[in-house]
């Protein structure tokens, strides 16, 4: 038996802003790691994350959403309308960084 905990069907939702290193790499592996468990995952953040850490790769499917490194009222405002469309249903959300 198996110390890993069945997943199947869980609907993770994983939050991101712009990333060059640490934290793209570890959603990466959290991401990967969710679904050879059995969930559902969806990477929510800036395209330029999935280029350098390829989360589709993963198993995990990406949604963009332009989450800048700095406060952008207008921007921010559209953001979190995305953020609330594509989170619709999650049954876990886990935002990584202080600007997710």
Known sequence: MSDRQDLDGLRVALV??????GVGRHVRSVAEGLVERGARVVVCGPAATEELFGFGAAGA?????????????????????????????????????LRA
């Open 61 to 97: 499917r990406f949604a963009e959403v332009d989450l800048a490194d700095r406060p952008r009222p207008a921007g921010d405002a559209r953001a979190v309308a995305r953020l609330r469309r594509l989170l619709r249903g999650a049954d876990v959300v886990h935002a990584h960084g």
């Open 16 to 21: 991101l802003g712009t990333s060059a290193g």
